[in-house]
C-alpha cells in the first residue's frame, strides 16, 4: 500500500510541474476531473472529450490520444508517446523535470526539414 502511495505521490509531483510548465496552474493537478479538461487543454483537444472517460474502452484510447498529444505539446515524438503510455512514472518525470519546452497543444506541427529561401524583390 505504500508503494502505491509512493507511486501516486510521484505522478502528481510531475503533473503539477508539467502543467506549470505548460503555463497553467500547478494545483489544478490535484483536482479531479478539472485536471483533465487542463490536461485536454494543454494538448488542444476540446473540453467536450472529458465525456470521452467515462465510456469503457473508448477511455483507453482516448487516453493515448491525449497522452501522445502530450507528448506533441512538449516537441516530443511517437517513441516518447509510447514510453508516456506504457512506461508512465519515468517518462512523465522526464517531462516534468527533464529539458522539453511547451510548444503549444494541436497546432504544433514538427518542421518538415528546411525550407527553400524566397527571393528578394
Same mark, same amino acid.
Given at each position: 500500500?505504500? &508503494?502505491?502511495?509512493?507511486?501516486?505521490?510521484?505522478?502528481? &509531483?510531475?503533473? *503539477?510541474?508539467?502543467? $506549470?510548465?505548460?503555463?497553467?496552474?500547478? *494545483?489544478? @493537478?490535484? &483536482?479531479?476531473?478539472?485536471?483533465? !479538461?487542463?490536461? +485536454?487543454?494543454?494538448?488542444g483537444k476540446p473540453t *467536450?472529450? +472529458?465525456?470521452?472517460?467515462?465510456?469503457? +474502452?473508448?477511455?483507453? !484510447?482516448? =487516453? /493515448? !490520444?491525449?497522452?501522445?498529444?502530450?507528448?506533441?505539446?512538449?516537441?516530443?515524438? !511517437? =517513441? /516518447?508517446?509510447?514510453?508516456?503510455?506504457? +512506461? @508512465?512514472?519515468? /517518462?512523465?518525470?522526464?517531462?516534468?523535470?527533464? #529539458?522539453?519546452?511547451?510548444? =503549444?497543444? #494541436?497546432?504544433? $506541427?514538427? @518542421?518538415? =526539414?528546411?525550407?527553400?529561401? %524566397? %527571393?528578394?524583390?
Amino acid at each position: 500500500m505504500l &508503494v502505491v502511495f509512493a507511486f501516486a505521490a510521484v505522478f502528481l &509531483v510531475a503533473m *503539477w510541474k508539467i502543467f $506549470t510548465k505548460a503555463g497553467q496552474p500547478g *494545483w489544478a @493537478s490535484l &483536482v479531479p476531473i478539472y485536471n483533465i !479538461i487542463v490536461l +485536454l487543454k494543454i494538448v488542444g483537444k476540446p473540453t *467536450w472529450w +472529458l465525456v470521452l472517460f467515462f465510456i469503457p +474502452l473508448v477511455n483507453a !484510447i482516448v =487516453g /493515448f !490520444i491525449v497522452y501522445a498529444g502530450l507528448a506533441k505539446a512538449f516537441g516530443k515524438g !511517437i =517513441g /516518447f508517446a509510447l514510453g508516456l503510455i506504457f +512506461l @508512465s512514472p519515468i /517518462f512523465f518525470l522526464l517531462l516534468a523535470f527533464g #529539458d522539453a519546452e511547451y510548444v =503549444g497543444g #494541436d497546432a504544433y $506541427t514538427p @518542421s518538415a =526539414g528546411p525550407q527553400p529561401m %524566397r %527571393r528578394a524583390a
